[in-house]
């Protein structure tokens, strides 16, 4: 459950991310509730998977995920470069962080 736990708060950590950045565009309430509830949920689900994980490989893969899953919305919804070398680099991102994992 942990697990699940941590993904769902990479997940809602993109989300603010993504709300960020539709503030700055359109600045209205809706976009800085959205914000608010994204990062709120984020850490509400962080919280509860470091209660079973270690500290270092919880914040690694969740800001593995928010990191990389924020550049990947930026590159879908936003018209950010898709270069390669960026998905060679966001992928590293990843990489690494269940390499944490895999070592711990």
């Known amino acids: 459950m942990a697990w699940t736990a941590l ?3 990479g997940i ?13 565009q359109d600045r209205n309430w ?3 509730v959205l ?16 209660e ?3 500290m ?6 969740w800001t593995g995920i928010g990191a990389s899953g924020g550049a990947i ?4 919804f936003y018209n950010e470069s ?3 070398k960026r998905i060679f680099f966001m992928a590293m991102v990843l990489g690494a962080a269940v390499g944490l994992k895999l070592v711990s």
């Open 7 to 9: 993904v769902l708060a």
């Open 12 to 24: 809602f950590e993109m989300m603010g991310v993504a709300m960020i950045n539709k503030l700055h």
């Open 30 to 32: 809706q976009s800085l």
């Open 35 to 50: 914000l608010i509830a994204g990062f709120g949920a984020s850490f509400v689900f962080l919280s509860y998977a470091m």
């Open 52 to 54: 079973t994980l270690a």
């Open 56 to 61: 270092g490989t919880a914040y690694a893969i």
């Open 73 to 76: 919305l930026g590159m879908l």
């Open 82 to 84: 898709a270069d390669w």
